[in-house]
Each structure stands twice: as structure tokens, then as C-alpha cells.
């Protein structure tokens, strides 16, 4: 037992060499029609993944055991740590986390390869090939700068420093996996897409094949954003939801081109359309995905996510990026130019529509991308350190993606090819009226905005025209309704439950940025405070001791129309292996609102700083996230995609 | 000429590799001290040996250095040995157990040895924030007469002393 870390060490190094082997023999077996070499591909990924998940569930041991003479163990964990916080410590640091990121990766290969049988033969060897190149090179990339696996000794500390306080907390436990399952996730389709620039099979077929695999990266990736947003939310004490961190950016990138991905993968594959376009796309994501973990890692840019930097790191993961994306886009120049495309569409096909998708959408991840750089290449030219916050991104932003919201509205209905104008204003007309109409009702109870009337008129706008759609292919045939919304497909289903949640996320954030109030007071026992219909009883605080922590818990009555609806409690926490302060929020969730309170500093006598909020339909911005992810996965679950097919 | 389009996704991403690249080399972490060239910050803290309070007038009157450290701190432990050696050449050495539990520093001092001429408690870190630290170990040179005259953040072994603090010692 006491070699078991050595143990995983080495069966790191065994998979990085499995990696390599499936990077190069399959890839020499299709240029030499191998068909052995070819078939080595599926057994070497298992082997592959089964030597990363050992090693992962070698190291999540050493955490549970409280080995500290492990570097990493002693830097992440510390002996009063429940046990569950242990385990997730494995991912709470940068070499784990990137333990997380490569195991991800090559759980995802092995699932390619066990679905490989409906591909070509020489399709699926070369996609995992591809994989087998990414493996190897994050592989390598732990074991030479960054193994969890290092030993401290002969110097080994009694207890560990313990887990950084900020990732105490169920969201951070769930919150990462979810979104390397998203960005790796991207590897899959960046695999077909470069499978495909390899073989020439340059068709619709790679993107039927990339299909349901991006639309389950992307559910994955969603629910991570939605949990880091909402982690931030009530973790970070003061309510807000989104920052505009280099972190956030960077996984919000990758969300926006794989949004992209999948509206221009879903025109390939049915019109045979945007070819070069959708291949260059699928690089795109999965570079940009690339591009996160660098950011994140390397130190390049800093931000409250702060893990530790290494310019070594930097220096590896930027080789790493220049092989991996450079020759993509290298052979993307060579290949892609050689597709001609035959099909024509009209302006007003749901071609266009989808093209002005790719076109928004592409210009918003731009918009991210610049906002994030522009600090770095500001200082590259040496004109001074700049940060770009939440003003740009606000102000450009925003305005893109209603107009991108708008578009959502009307591409459902278009028809291939072209569409009557007639059909549109016949759809469109009454949602349109109704939305404007709506919208303007709701504003009379408020200060009138004219921007956030119009945004609330765009997703009302939006879920009409959802329900509009779905009411004409309901409504159009003999057959009952029932029998006729069971017959559309899940991937139609899927369609209007991401767009609808939208929808609800844009409602989220408008009523949030418009109908939230907060107040920060001194409070003694015994004072009240009244804010919006609630009042709010401040009893005291008493001492409590957790598991790792001790803190103030600040006791608060709330009550509405003279009763008393809830009792808050928030806390300060003092961690004690870091001796870091926090501060726990208090939650009263609600379908409507969320009462929001967190202890500010310790005033005399007992009294303190508090901070209350009322944040209104704040959940609603998640739930849009969820509902986004339940039809990413739906779509992806379609029967369609269970066929076999040929090359 | 349509083929050359297709070269321009690569073109810019090797122009931002470029970029990344000059980047790598600077260090964001590095803040050069805003207290170099001005004098300690005003504190008063309690000597863990005699249980005093001490203050700026008590400091050494040679050049010294102000290290803070914490048992809590696997890097401390790495340097501990080395500042034992460099309190034997007679370098002067105040420590600051920083965000610490005095028994345990006591104990710690005691089992190891106690390169310090002083060691003053900064349990809540007040001080620390006063000095403008990010983490332990950090150690700062301090003139004769209080000035401070160089920040080093990390470990202090030999290399660190030769090329970097022994210079500001004289």
C-alpha cells in the first residue's frame, strides 16, 4: 500500500506510451491499408483509459488516507476534511485537475470506440488516432511539469494545508467534472472533423457521426457553466451571478463555437452545405477549449480563480497548442480548400437563418475572445497593464446576443432551401404583436427601460415563436394533438426545450438586473430591518464548531405581513488549517425570488455588518441552463442517430 | 487566390502564439513591493519568547532580515535549515509566525532549532497585510535604521541569499 502512489505514477507513464501507439499505428495502418495496425486502435484505447482511471482512483486513495507525503495531497487536503471534500480535493488543484481532464478524455475515446462499429472502417481507427494524439500530449504534459504524484520526503508535514475554503462546497464537487466532460467532450468532434480532413471524406456523413457527440458535450459544458454561475452566486457573498473572470470567459467560449458547432453540423449533414465552414468550426471549439485550460493554467492571465502558475507550464502548454491547433488549421488550409459545394440555398432558406447563427454566434465568441486577450496583448506591446471588465462586455455583448435571440425566433419556422415571405408574416405576426404588447404591460409597474423592455419583448418573442411552431406542425395534420406532438422527434423536442431555456435564462437576468434590492446595515439583536415586502429580525449570533471551521452563525427572523416565514442563517467562517475567513450566505430560495443575506465584519456590542438582498427570479437563469442541457441531451438521444450507415 | 484564404485561420493563430509566447516570459504573480525604500509599517506585537509587546523602536539595530513563516507552511520547512546556517554566520534574522498558533511555533522552534533573534506573533496577520504579503514564506531586507530595501517571495536557500538578499545586507 505504501507504493501505490508510485504505483499510479507508472501507470501514467504506461498509458502515455499506449497514447502514443495509438497516435502513430493506426494512423501508419490507414496510410499503408494495415488493416492489423487499423485494428490496434480499439484495444489500445481501452488499455489506455483503463491505466488513466487507475491511476485517478490511485490518487482519490491517497486522498481518502491523508497520505501528505505527497505533495499534492499536503497542498490540497488536511486530516479534518469530510470525507467527501477529500475525494473531490483530487480536482482541486492543477495537477489533479488535469488528472480529471485526461482521464475525461480517454473515458471519452473509449466510448467513440465502443461506438465505432457504425462508422466506416477506416473512419473510427483514425478518429481515435486523433484522440490518441491529444492523450499523449496532455500526458506528457503531466508527467514532465506537473505529476500529482510527487513525493515530500523525507520532510513530510503532519497535516495537510487543506483544501482552499472557496471549494468547500457541493457546487465546486460536481462543477468541474461537468465542464471538462464538456470540453473534452469537444475532442470527439474535433477528432471526426480532422478524421475527416485526413481521408478526404469531406461529406455530410462526419457530421451526422459528430452530431449527437457534440450536442452531449455541449448539454455537459452547459450544466458546467450553470453550476459555476450559480457556485459563484451564493459562495462568493454578494449575489452576483457572473463576472466576466478570464475563467468564466474561458469556458463561455467554447460554449458559444460549440452552440455554433451544432446549427452548422446540423446544415452539413442535412444540406451538404458550410462544409469547410462546419470543419474549420469543430477545430475552432476544440481549440478554444485548449485555449481555456492554457489561459487558466499557464499564468498568462491571472484571475480570482488563480491557480498556481509556472512559466515551464506555459511554455509546454503553448508547444502543446501550437502542435495540436497549428497543424489542424495547417491541414485545414491544405484539404479544406479542395471542397467544392454543389447545393445552393435562397436567402431566405433556413440556410441563411443558420448562416446569420454562425455568423452572431461567431462574432460573440469573438467578442469574448478580444475582451479576454486584449489585457495580454495590450501588455504584449507593451502600452501598459489595462483589464477589460464588466462595461465591455455588457455593453457589446448583450446587444449581439438579442439580436442573436430575435433570429432563434424565426429559424425554426424557415423551410429548407427557401422560405414564402408570406409564411413568415403568417407565423410571425401575432407572437411579434403579443410580445411587444406583453412586454410593455409588465414595464407599466415599473421605472420604464426602454432597453429592458425590448429585451423582455425578445424573450417573449422567443417563446412564442416556440409555441407558435409547435402548434402549426401539432395543428397541420388529421390525427388528435397528442398523436401528432408524439410523432414529431426527440430531436425537435430537444430543439425547443434549449431554445425555450433560453428563454427562461433571459428572463432571469432581466428580472434580476431589474427588480433585485439589497441593503447593507449595521445590526444589533434585536433590530429590524424592512426591505421590499419582507422585514427582517436580526436575534444574534451563536458560536459554532463544524467540522474544519468555527464560525459565527448570524440567527435572522424573516417575516412578511407580520408572520414568519423563514429563519436565515448566515455564517463566517474561520477555516482553521488556513486561518482564512469566509462567508457562508444565507438562502431563502424561491420559484420568484431569493432572499440573500451574508454577515459582513463584527461591529461592537455584538451588532454586525449585514448585507441583505432580494434577488428576483435569480433561479430562473439556472433553470434556463438545465433546460438548455435537457435538450442538448434529448437531441442527442434521437433515434436517428442509432442507425447504422454507411461510408 | 481562394486558396489563400483558407491559410488565414492558421496566420492568425500563429500571430497569437507569438503573443502568448512574449507573455510566458513576464511574470503577473511579481508585484514589485510598494514598500521598498520606505520604512517598516508601524506595529506592535507580542514577542513569543518573553511575552512583551514590541514595537518598531525594538528592532535590531544592524541590517536584518524579516522573514515570515508559519508551521502550517511546508515551504517554511524547507527553508528553516538554511536560515539556521544563515543565522551561524551571524546574519541577523526576525521571524513573524504568521496566521499561527503560538504552542505549536514554540514547539516547532524547539524541535528544530531557532534561527531567530526575535520572533514576534502575528496571529490574526495584521501585520502581514501591513507588509503587503501574498503568502509564507516571505522574507524582507531591512536597513539599520528600518528602511525596507528588498521583498523575496518564496523559499530562502543559498542561491536566493547570494544572488538576491546579501547584497542589500551591507
Request: aromatic content about 14%; overall charge neutral.
Amino acid at each position: 500500500m505504501i507504493m501505490l502512489p508510485e504505483i499510479g505514477h507508472y501507470f501514467l507513464i504506461l498509458a502515455m506510451l499506449f497514447a502514443l501507439a495509438l497516435a502513430i499505428l493506426p494512423m501508419l495502418g490507414y496510410w499503408q491499408r494495415n488493416a492489423i495496425l487499423l485494428a490496434a486502435a480499439k484495444p489500445l484505447t481501452y488499455v489506455m483509459m483503463a491505466l488513466t482511471c487507475a491511476s485517478f482512483l490511485i490518487l482519490a486513495i491517497a486522498f481518502a488516507r491523508d497520505d501528505f507525503s505527497i505533495l499534492y495531497v499536503s497542498q490540497n487536503s488536511n486530516s479534518l476534511l469530510p470525507i467527501w471534500y477529500k475525494v473531490s480535493a483530487v480536482w482541486g488543484g492543477h495537477e489533479g485537475s488535469l488528472l480529471l481532464w485526461i482521464t475525461i478524455l480517454t473515458l471519452w475515446a473509449s466510448l467513440v470506440a465502443y461506438k465505432s462499429e457504425t462508422l466506416p472502417n477506416s473512419t473510427g481507427p483514425v478518429v481515435l488516432s486523433v484522440l490518441g494524439v491529444v492523450a499523449t500530449g496532455f500526458l506528457a504534459f503531466i508527467l514532465f511539469t506537473s505529476s500529482p504524484f510527487i513525493r515530500l520526503l523525507p520532510d513530510q508535514p503532519v497535516d495537510g494545508v487543506d483544501l482552499n475554503p472557496l471549494l468547500q462546497d457541493i457546487g465546486l464537487i460536481i462543477h468541474p467534472p461537468m465542464l471538462y466532460m464538456g470540453y473534452v467532450g469537444f475532442s470527439v468532434a474535433f477528432a471526426f472533423a480532422i478524421a475527416a480532413l485526413i481521408t478526404g471524406n469531406l461529406n455530410a456523413s462526419w457530421a451526422r457521426w459528430a452530431r449527437p457527440w457534440t450536442n452531449v458535450s455541449w448539454a455537459f459544458l452547459t450544466l458546467g457553466i450553470a453550476l459555476g454561475s450559480w457556485w459563484a452566486y451564493y459562495e462568493l457573498g454578494w449575489g452576483g451571478w457572473w463576472f466576466w473572470d478570464p475563467v468564466e470567459n474561458a469556458s463561455l467560449m467554447p460554449w458559444l463555437a460549440g452552440t455554433a458547432l451544432i446549427h452548422s453540423l446540423a446544415v452539413t449533414e442535412k444540406r451538404g452545405v458550410f462544409k469547410s465552414w462546419t470543419v474549420l468550426l469543430a477545430i475552432f471549439t476544440f481549440s478554444l477549449s485548449l485555449l481555456g485550460t492554457f489561459l487558466v493554467r499557464s499564468g498568462v492571465l491571472t484571475s480570482v480563480h488563480a491557480f498556481a502558475s509556472d512559466p515551464t507550464r506555459g511554455v509546454f502548454i503553448l508547444a502543446l497548442l501550437v502542435i495540436i491547433i497549428g497543424s489542424s488549421l495547417f491541414l485545414y488550409a491544405l484539404r479544406a480548400s479542395q471542397v467544392k459545394s454543389q447545393v445552393s440555398f435562397g436567402l431566405t432558406g433556413r440556410e441563411s437563418w443558420l448562416l446569420i447563427n454562425n455568423i452572431l454566434l461567431t462574432i460573440l465568441t469573438l467578442t469574448v475572445l478580444l475582451g479576454t486577450l486584449y489585457p495580454l496583448i495590450f501588455d504584449a506591446f507593451d502600452l501598459g497593464k489595462i483589464s477589460v471588465g464588466a462595461p465591455y462586455f455588457n455593453a457589446v455583448f448583450s446587444p449581439i446576443a438579442l439580436l442573436l435571440i430575435v433570429f432563434m425566433g424565426i429559424a425554426p419556422l424557415a423551410k429548407w432551401h427557401s422560405t414564402k415571405g408570406a409564411l413568415l408574416w403568417r407565423m410571425a405576426w401575432l407572437p411579434a404583436l403579443l410580445a411587444v404588447t406583453l412586454s410593455a404591460l409588465v414595464f407599466t409597474f415599473h421605472t420604464f427601460d426602454a432597453y429592458l423592455w425590448l429585451s423582455f419583448a425578445i424573450a417573449l418573442w422567443l417563446v412564442l415563436m416556440c409555441v407558435r411552431d409547435w402548434l402549426d406542425k401539432v395543428l397541420s395534420a388529421r390525427q388528435s394533438l397528442w398523436q401528432r406532438a408524439r410523432k414529431l422527434p426527440r430531436h425537435y423536442y430537444g430543439m425547443q426545450l434549449a431554445h425555450m431555456g433560453v428563454a427562461v435564462s433571459l428572463i432571469g437576468v432581466i428580472f434580476v438586473s431589474m427588480n433585485s434590492t439589497e441593503t447593507i446595515v449595521r445590526m444589533a439583536p434585536g433590530d429590524r430591518v424592512t426591505l421590499g415586502s419582507y422585514e427582517f429580525e436580526f436575534l444574534g449570533t451563536r458560536h459554532v464548531e463544524g467540522p474544519n471551521y468555527t464560525a459565527d452563525t448570524g440567527v435572522i427572523n424573516v417575516y412578511q405581513d407580520g408572520v414568519v416565514i423563514a429563519q436565515m442563517l448566515p455564517q463566517k467562517r474561520l477555516y482553521k488549517a488556513r486561518q482564512q475567513m469566509m462567508t457562508e450566505a444565507a438562502l431563502n430560495p424561491g420559484f420568484t425570488r431569493d432572499l440573500y443575506i451574508s454577515l459582513g465584519e463584527p461591529l461592537a456590542n455584538g451588532a454586525w455588518g449585514v448585507r441583505i438582498y432580494i434577488k428576483s427570479f435569480v433561479r430562473w437563469i439556472w433553470l434556463g441552463g438545465l433546460l438548455m442541457m435537457a435538450g442538448g441531451l434529448l437531441a442527442a438521444w434521437d433515434k436517428r442517430y442509432r442507425r447504422k450507415i454507411g461510408a | 487566390m481562394k486558396k489563400i484564404l483558407f491559410f488565414i485561420p492558421f496566420l492568425v493563430f500563429v500571430a497569437l502564439g507569438v503573443v502568448f509566447y512574449q507573455q510566458l516570459g513576464k511574470d503577473t504573480e511579481y508585484m514589485p513591493s510598494a514598500l521598498v525604500g520606505k520604512n517598516v509599517p508601524e506595529f506592535k506585537l507580542v514577542n513569543m519568547e518573553s511575552d512583551t509587546v514590541v514595537s518598531n523602536g525594538d528592532m535590531p539595530n544592524e541590517p536584518y532580515l524579516l522573514n515570515f513563516w508559519a508551521t502550517w507552511c511546508p515551504s517554511c520547512s524547507a527553508e528553516h535549515a538554511y536560515l539556521g546556517e544563515l543565522a551561524e554566520q551571524g546574519v541577523n534574522i526576525v521571524g513573524v509566525d504568521y496566521k499561527d498558533e503560538p504552542p505549536a511555533a514554540k514547539k516547532w522552534l524547539a524541535e528544530r532549532g531557532n534561527p531567530y533573534s526575535l520572533v514576534l506573533l502575528d496571529e490574526m496577520g495584521r501585520f502581514g497585510v501591513d507588509m503587503g504579503i501574498t503568502g509564507a514564506p516571505e522574507t524582507f531586507v531591512v536597513s539599520a535604521e528600518g528602511k525596507i530595501l528588498y521583498r523575496h517571495q518564496g523559499v530562502v536557500d543559498a542561491e536566493v541569499w547570494e544572488n538576491l538578499l546579501k547584497e542589500h545586507m551591507q
